[in-house]
């Protein structure tokens, strides 16, 4: 059983920068995926990013390679994402998860209550 907490969001202007951080509570999830998803009014949910505990692979969806970074604190228990030149299409609630290794958001079973993100023209 992982809790997880998002926080870090807020509103920037296009082109600034922001971090989301991911907190992790609760039994063992070394071996669980983490990944970023995120929700624009209207839209599907999408994933953002994805990276392993115990592992430094990465995964970056099109929109977002070159401006996002997602990193691992294992000591910290929390995963970070690090969002640079943003853009007003990135405005969305983006939420924290875990769970198996997959792109969409079926194959995560504990999620975060979500930040909101707000990149203004």
């Known amino acids: 059983q992982v809790q997880l907490v998002e926080s870090g969001g807020g509103l920037v202007q296009a082109g600034g920068s922001l971090t989301l951080s991911c907190a992790a509570s609760?039994?063992?999830?070394?071996?669980?995926?983490m990944a970023w998803f995120r929700q624009a009014p209207g839209k599907e949910r999408e994933i953002v990013a994805r990276i392993r505990w115990s592992a430094p692979n990465t995964y970056y969806a099109d929109a977002v390679k070159g401006r996002f970074t997602i990193t691992r604190d294992n000591a910290k228990n929390t995963i970070d994402l690090q969002m640079n030149s943003l853009k007003p299409e990135d405005t969305a609630i983006y939420y924290c998860?875990?769970?198996?290794?997959?792109?969409?958001?079926?194959?995560?079973?504990?999620w975060g209550q979500g930040t909101h993100v707000t990149v203004s023209s």
């Open positions: 998860a875990a769970g198996d290794s997959g792109f969409y958001p079926q194959a995560y079973t504990r």
């Open positions: 609760g039994r063992t999830f070394s071996t669980y995926t």
